[in-house]
């Protein structure tokens, strides 16, 4: 069979053979622009992809930078806050030596504790800000933040 199926004679012989697939390969050449349109239907399904790609990555860079640059930032305030306490721990110190020898009252020893405690308090702020933006920042670098008693 395989010296018959090359004979040119078989390609005659077989009309019915040719006319059966004649019509389809027509059909598939001539489709009214249905496979134009599906390949830039699918061209345009890739574009969006691709755009929202690009979205995913600069929103993850702008998170990165973002959370970097409120770390800088913390860290000045942390500075200036760390000076800020050290300070009212002295006015606290004063405060608490002058009552002691009778110059002032203890209005001003509470006074100066609240201004010292408020100070305190910012300083923990700040460092619950910068946990959390550290926090921020391994997950925008693709990190897991999970606790280590979840663990």
């Known amino acids: 069979m395989g010296s018959q199926a090359g004979s040119a ?12 697939i004649g019509p389809q390969a027509v ?5 009214g622009g249905l496979h134009r349109a599906q390949s830039a239907a699918a061209h345009a399904v890739y574009d969006q992809q691709v755009a929202n790609y690009r979205g995913t990555v600069l929103t993850a ?7 970097l640059a409120a770390l800088r930032q913390l860290q000045l305030e942390s ?9 009212t721990q002295g006015a606290l110190d004063q405060a608490n030596l002058r009552y002691k ?8 020893v509470v006074s100066t504790q609240n201004a010292a405690l408020a ?11 910068r946990a959390t ?5 391994v997950k925008a670098l693709g990190g897991d933040w999970t606790p280590a008693a979840a663990q």
């Open 9 to 20: 004679s078989n390609w005659l012989t077989a009309p019915s053979e040719f006319w059966a």
């Open 27 to 31: 059909l598939t050449l001539f489709d």
């Open 119 to 129: 100070a305190r308090l910012t300083a923990v702020d700040i460092d619950i800000r």
């Open 101 to 108: 020898g009778g110059i002032v009252t203890y209005l001003e």
């Open 61 to 67: 860079y702008q998170d990165v930078e973002d959370n």
């Open 79 to 87: 500075i200036s806050q760390a000076a800020a306490v050290k300070a």
């Open 133 to 137: 933006a550290r926090v921020q920042l």
